[in-house]
């Protein structure tokens, strides 16, 4: 299993439009293989002393914070399905983002231990 994990500033009256885009998108992730898609909206989200979740992409007033994570059956299925995605005319048409990108964090992460599914 490979893991690729987000950190989202979504203005909370984005909600109905950032779900669409993630529903949109995770159905061209499955066509790359991704074996499954969990996107998670702010609930309980303290403030640190030093670090937090909203700190880590500047979250603004009135923004929440979205958590999500896919889960790839491997490493090489996920480089490729980025390469397919520099390619594919679908995301050109996702211009409209109903969040900054620019404070989007991600990155990939392999397994060191799993509890539950499939473990």
């Not at 998670?40 to 979205?66: C, M, P, Q």
């Amino acid at each position: 299993m490979y893991v690729q994990g987000f950190l989202i500033p979504v203005p909370e009256d984005k909600k109905n439009a950032y779900l669409a885009l993630a529903k949109k998108s995770a159905e061209k992730f499955r066509e790359y293989g991704v074996s499954e898609i969990v996107e998670t909206w702010e609930d309980n989200v303290t403030d640190g002393k030093l670090t937090d979740f909203r700190r880590a992409v500047k979250a603004e007033a009135r923004e929440k914070i979205v958590f999500s994570w896919m889960i790839w059956p491997d490493k090489a299925t996920c480089d490729a399905a980025e390469e397919k995605m520099e390619s594919d005319p679908f995301w050109a048409e996702m211009s409209d983002m109903p969040f900054d990108g620019k404070r989007l964090i991600y990155g990939g992460f392999s397994p060191i231990y799993t509890m539950g599914r499939d473990s």
